[in-house]
């Protein structure tokens, strides 16, 4: 596909000599005598590229005034300002403005190829990187409207622009990563690294090399470690309670002072990183075994921040097997599953103790090996293990000797039963789903022999 290209300058011989030699190499180009003829092409088609003379007459508007106007309506189009007389500081001031670079005349028809392949090609990177970011700032996002998922939003919504560390606890597979990133991509910082320090896989005599950096040899260039990686964006410090002591005290002086010394002992090196730290474990409990420094954990922990398991938030489980089968079916070129109510009802009752990470991989199996729509007897062993009897389809076929009644209460149990894991306990909710008056499940479940535990939100409802 050829590059279209405008031309916009007010004298006509400019405008042929450039169409020219850019026809020539294959561009397709449009002139303008004026702004007001310019931006009414740029209206009819966009441009991906536009030569723009700073002396213009005629036009509301000169050639500074167009550049600002072209930036703020038009920021994906690249822009390069020519001029017969320009001086240095006008050049300059075009190129603060927005201008990709500055081309004097008369033309050397060379110089005007290059700047025009160069200037294209940097809009076409700005523009892969602009779509990259906005699919990675959709990725970086938490799935859900339970009030524990919305309420850590919120808190990360505040925490993010700041430049306060952040301590994220939670149970492994919770989406603690998943938190850092979205603070590193509401920061100040998002333009910097995200660099991920796996503290429980590091090989232990590797680590300081690992995050201070050290020489790779007699005269040879140092190679720098994960803090310098990060300078002007954001380390993750993932399962901090799993680094070695001797390696805390390090971390210490690093936050306290932002300087290190590298591993091998060469001269002082400054470091400009926001850290974030994750933990599975209780760092109160670590720190009372002396396992974890207390100077570290008051470090790190300025802001804390607590991922619920998925199993506080069951009412996003259809929303997250959504999101994550569609993923895998994009990635994998196959079309999405549908999930049956029973099915749905069956994931929302299981424990996961896997938490998201175990849905996700449970989402990509059910698009290989289930059929569509997935139905409760198609979901994987371990799920169909706890379905509760007799609603599991892998019954026994013990209910057929049992009398009606003995039946109905023996269902009854097992369906309340799921339904209640499914909802959390809450009774006001799971009434609501099952179509009963709240005061009639009560009695119902008193019937049935079933004793409810009332968590402090069902007790709300």
């Known amino acids: 596909m050829r590059a279209d290209v405008l031309i916009v300058d007010d004298e006509p011989s400019i405008r042929g000599i450039v169409a020219d030699i850019l026809a020539d190499e294959g561009y397709s180009c449009r002139g303008a005598g004026d702004t007001d003829i310019a931006l009414r092409l740029l209206e009819e088609k966009r441009a991906q590229l536009v030569f723009l003379d700073i002396w213009l007459r005629g036009g509301d508007r000169d050639g500074l005034s167009m550049l600002r106007l072209l930036r703020e309506r038009y920021p994906e189009i690249a822009v390069v300002m020519i001029s017969g007389h320009g001086t240095i500081e006008t050049a300059v001031r075009a190129i603060k403005l927005g201008a990709f670079d500055f081309l004097e005349k008369p033309f050397n028809a060379e110089r005007l190829l290059v700047i025009a392949r160069n200037a294209l090609e940097a809009a076409r990177l700005a523009s892969e990187n602009a779509e990259l970011r906005a699919r990675a700032a959709a990725d970086w996002r938490m799935i859900g409207e339970a009030p524990a998922i919305s309420r850590l939003r919120a808190e990360i919504g505040k925490v993010a622009p700041t430049e306060s560390r952040v301590l994220i606890s939670g149970p492994p597979g919770s989406g603690k990563e998943l938190a850092a990133r979205m603070i590193h991509a509401r920061s100040r910082r998002s333009q910097g690294r995200f660099v991920v320090v796996n503290c429980a896989t590091m090989a232990p005599e590797r680590v300081e090399e690992e995050l201070f950096g050290t020489r790779n040899g007699a005269g040879r260039a140092r190679s720098p470690g994960m803090f310098e990686r990060a300078d002007g964006g954001t380390l993750l410090l993932d399962e901090v309670a799993d680094m070695p002591a001797r390696v805390q005290s390090r971390i210490v002086r690093v936050l306290q002072e932002r300087v290190f010394v590298p591993a091998d002992g060469a001269k002082e090196v400054g470091v400009d990183a926001r850290v974030v730290a994750t ?183």
């Open 279 to 461: 933990t599975s474990r209780d760092l109160e409990t670590e720190m009372a075994s002396g396992r974890f420094r207390q100077d570290l954990y008051f470090r790190l922990n300025v802001v804390p921040i607590s991922i619920p398991p998925l199993g506080a938030r069951r009412e996003d489980i259809p929303a997250l097997m959504a999101h994550f089968i569609g993923r895998a079916a994009e990635a994998g070129g196959m079309p999405p599953r549908r999930l049956d109510g029973d099915a749905i009802a069956a994931l929302q009752a299981y424990a996961w103790p896997g938490n998201v990470r175990q849905l996700r991989n449970v989402a990509e199996w059910l698009l290989i090996m289930a059929p569509d729509p997935v139905t409760a007897d198609a979901l994987p062993p371990e799920i169909l293990a706890e379905t509760p009897d007799p609603m599991s389809p892998d019954r026994d076929g013990t209910v057929l000797g049992l009398p009606l009644r003995a039946a109905r209460a023996r269902f009854e149990r097992a369906y309340l039963s799921a339904q209640l894991g499914r909802f959390d306990g809450n009774i006001s909710r799971t009434a609501q789903f099952v179509g009963m008056e709240r005061a009639a499940l009560h009695r119902k479940l008193r019937s049935l022999g079933m004793g409810v535990g009332r968590s402090p939100e069902s007790a709300q409802s």
